[in-house]
């Protein structure tokens, strides 16, 4: 006699494992399902990204020849440098290796990640240590008191 | 009065099954040899970790985890919560001293073979345990958000992002949006207080209850010793003579917390700016410091590969055989296999101490 309720492998009938198919990839489903809207909690909502294109970084009289300001440029850290020569260059102050905020060293002249000795020239170039790309570099103008940044994009 | 201790045991007997409790500690025993000193460190970081579990709970009456108020809090729970500087400093100073002890015990069970069959799962439970330990100490750095800790923060989700494909979405999940924010700080907070916590005490269970069902183990040159008959097998009970001593190690590193809190109170730092540059001199804790000196080694592209993804992948590759190495060195006794094994210990070991030295110089 069989068991109705426990079918050997080679007694399932055709139709009987066409239904376990169809309940498992069913239950299957409604786990994903489950899960799927969990998953999606865990992971925030984009913010918007700010859209601003220039921002107001010092006023003129603020920075002094051989000298550096991180300001805020939209959501992210930016560097504002004056170089020896007295002219302002700006650039993302995000370090491309693993995202420390960098800063100018008047020592040096040239643009510094504190956290693993990254350096950048005063185009923006990774010249030694471990930063693999450039400073994204941003454009400077003085309007009247004011030096302002913008970026391109 | 004894009669009366009896018939509780006697009324517990009944419902727990017959002497349990009494058959636990009479036959469990502790293997003495000239290595018993290293069966400490386990029970020691066990210790350790309830000092943090009851440090934690209480700086949780105060603590708040959002960025306006987190960096505040932990100065209110270290300048005006009478004991406050106390708890505090205990409990980082407690979370370093576990993580010591935590490799001292690991790297003991290593030399000395304790995970060769049957101890695999008990090396693979520890192995998780120390990484979830470590996580501990990573979300739990972040949580007075100051200076250091956010640029260390920023650093290490940042390395995790560097893994191809699944990377960004880990950074994400990890920072609660694509950069180091607010969102960073609850989510930290989550980990560190409910996920890490429930994930650890699972594991340490199953750590424990392997220990208990599979007995201490005798390093492999002390057994061939009893085997040849060269030194007795000699036992000590575990209750009470091994966890009197335990204790007494216990009192000591109480002693040892509260003196180290109270004279050197664990610094606060500046409250973090997320618009200052990095400052000089900035590291993560000791225990990260030879990953962190790598890093700064490593050129921005090692052969096709992005330089920290290397060395990400080099430190996943060495951790995943070290997880596995009861399975590798699996005819441990003296052969040449085992010899290796105990070699790159000695390597980890040296390269870890070396490259930490580097970063302190």
Request: charged share 15%.
């Given at each position: 006699m069989?068991?109705?309720?426990r079918?050997?492998?080679?007694?399932?009938q055709?139709?009987r494992r066409w239904?376990?198919?169809?309940?498992?990839?069913?239950?299957?489903?409604?786990?994903?399902a489950f899960?799927?809207?969990?998953?999606?909690?865990?992971?925030?909502p984009?913010?918007?990204?700010s859209t601003?294109?220039?921002?107001v970084a010092?006023?003129?009289?603020e920075?002094?020849?051989?000298?550096?300001?991180?300001f805020k440029f939209?959501s992210?850290?930016a560097?504002?440098?004056r170089?020896?020569?007295?002219?302002?260059?700006?650039?993302?102050?995000v370090?491309t290796?693993?995202n420390?905020?960098?800063?100018y060293?008047?020592?040096?002249?040239?643009?510094?990640?504190?956290?693993h000795?990254?350096?950048?020239?005063?185009?923006?170039?990774?010249v030694s240590?471990?930063?693999?790309?450039p400073?994204?570099?941003?454009e400077?103008?003085?309007?009247?008191?004011?030096v302002?940044?913008t970026?391109s994009? | 009065?004894?009669?009366?201790?009896?018939?509780?045991?006697?009324?517990l007997d009944e419902?727990?099954?017959?002497?349990?409790?009494?058959?636990?500690?009479?036959h469990?025993?502790?293997?003495v040899?000239?290595?018993?000193i290293?069966y400490?460190f386990?029970?020691m970081t066990l210790?350790?970790?309830?000092?943090?579990?009851l440090?934690?709970?209480?700086l949780?009456?105060?603590?708040?985890?959002?960025?306006?108020d987190a960096?505040?809090?932990?100065?209110?729970?270290?300048?005006?919560v009478?004991?406050?500087w106390?708890?505090r400093s205990?409990h980082?100073?407690?979370?370093?001293?576990?993580?010591?002890?935590?490799?001292v015990?690991?790297?003991s069970?290593y030399?000395l073979?304790?995970?060769?069959?049957?101890?695999e799962?008990?090396w693979?439970?520890?192995m998780?345990?120390?990484?979830?330990?470590?996580?501990f100490?990573?979300?739990?750095y972040?949580?007075?958000w100051n200076?250091?800790?956010?640029f260390?923060?920023k650093?290490?989700?940042?390395?995790?992002?560097?893994?191809p494909?699944?990377?960004?979405?880990?950074?994400?999940?990890?920072?609660?949006g694509?950069?180091v924010?607010?969102?960073t700080?609850?989510?930290?907070?989550?980990?560190h207080?409910?996920?890490?916590?429930?994930?650890v005490?699972l594991l340490?269970?199953m750590h424990?209850?392997?220990v208990?069902r599979?007995?201490?183990?005798?390093?492999?040159?002390?057994?061939?010793?009893?085997r040849?008959?060269?030194?007795?097998?000699?036992v000590m009970p575990?209750?009470p003579?091994f966890?009197?001593?335990?204790?007494?190690?216990?009192y000591?590193?109480?002693?040892?917390?509260?003196?180290l809190?109270?004279?050197?109170?664990?610094?606060l730092?500046s409250k973090?700016d997320?618009?200052?540059?990095?400052?000089?001199?900035i590291?993560?804790?000791?225990?990260?410091?030879?990953?962190?000196q790598?890093?700064?080694?490593?050129?921005?592209k090692?052969l096709?590969l992005e330089g920290e993804?290397a060395g990400?992948?080099a430190f996943?590759?060495?951790?995943?055989v070290?997880?596995a190495?009861?399975f590798?060195d699996?005819?441990?006794?003296?052969?040449?296999?085992?010899?290796?094994f105990?070699g790159l210990?000695?390597f980890?070991l040296g390269y870890?101490?070396?490259m930490s030295?580097l970063?302190?110089?």
């Amino acid at each position: 006699m069989r068991n109705p309720d426990r079918p050997t492998q080679d007694s399932v009938q055709p139709g009987r494992r066409w239904i376990n198919v169809l309940l498992g990839s069913g239950v299957v489903a409604s786990i994903v399902a489950f899960l799927y809207p969990a998953i999606d909690y865990i992971l925030p909502p984009p913010v918007a990204e700010s859209t601003s294109r220039f921002v107001v970084a010092a006023k003129v009289d603020e920075l002094k020849n051989n000298a550096g300001k991180v300001f805020k440029f939209g959501s992210k850290p930016a560097l504002l440098v004056r170089t020896t020569e007295g002219e302002y260059r700006a650039f993302s102050a995000v370090c491309t290796h693993l995202n420390c905020t960098v800063q100018y060293r008047s020592d040096l002249r040239e643009i510094w990640c504190a956290c693993h000795n990254g350096l950048y020239d005063l185009e923006g170039r990774n010249v030694s240590g471990p930063p693999p790309r450039p400073l994204e570099k941003y454009e400077v103008h003085v309007q009247g008191e004011d030096v302002v940044v913008t970026r391109s994009t | 009065m004894a009669s009366l201790s009896r018939q509780v045991l006697e009324w517990l007997d009944e419902r727990f099954g017959a002497g349990s409790v009494e058959e636990f500690l009479r036959h469990k025993t502790v293997p003495v040899h000239r290595h018993t000193i290293w069966y400490y460190f386990g029970g020691m970081t066990l210790f350790l970790f309830v000092i943090q579990v009851l440090t934690g709970i209480l700086l949780l009456l105060y603590y708040r985890p959002t960025p306006n108020d987190a960096f505040e809090s932990v100065q209110y729970i270290m300048t005006q919560v009478r004991f406050g500087w106390l708890i505090r400093s205990v409990h980082s100073w407690s979370a370093n001293l576990m993580i010591f002890t935590a490799f001292v015990h690991m790297f003991s069970v290593y030399f000395l073979k304790a995970y060769r069959k049957p101890r695999e799962l008990t090396w693979i439970s520890g192995m998780l345990l120390l990484f979830f330990v470590l996580g501990f100490g990573f979300s739990g750095y972040l949580l007075p958000w100051n200076t250091l800790s956010f640029f260390a923060t920023k650093v290490g989700t940042e390395m995790a992002g560097s893994i191809p494909v699944v990377g960004k979405w880990l950074l994400i999940y990890l920072r609660g949006g694509e950069e180091v924010t607010g969102a960073t700080l609850t989510r930290f907070f989550g980990f560190h207080v409910a996920v890490l916590p429930g994930a650890v005490t699972l594991l340490l269970a199953m750590h424990l209850f392997l220990v208990q069902r599979l007995g201490m183990s005798v390093p492999p040159r002390a057994e061939q010793a009893i085997r040849e008959g060269r030194q007795p097998a000699r036992v000590m009970p575990f209750f009470p003579n091994f966890f009197l001593r335990d204790m007494m190690g216990w009192y000591a590193a109480l002693g040892v917390l509260g003196a180290l809190a109270a004279l050197f109170p664990w610094e606060l730092g500046s409250k973090a700016d997320l618009f200052a540059p990095a400052p000089a001199g900035i590291r993560p804790e000791w225990y990260f410091l030879f990953m962190f000196q790598t890093l700064k080694y490593l050129p921005a592209k090692v052969l096709f590969l992005e330089g920290e993804f290397a060395g990400l992948l080099a430190f996943g590759a060495a951790a995943a055989v070290w997880v596995a190495v009861p399975f590798l060195d699996c005819k441990v006794g003296f052969g040449r296999v085992t010899r290796f094994f105990t070699g790159l210990g000695i390597f980890a070991l040296g390269y870890v101490a070396v490259m930490s030295a580097l970063a302190l110089r």
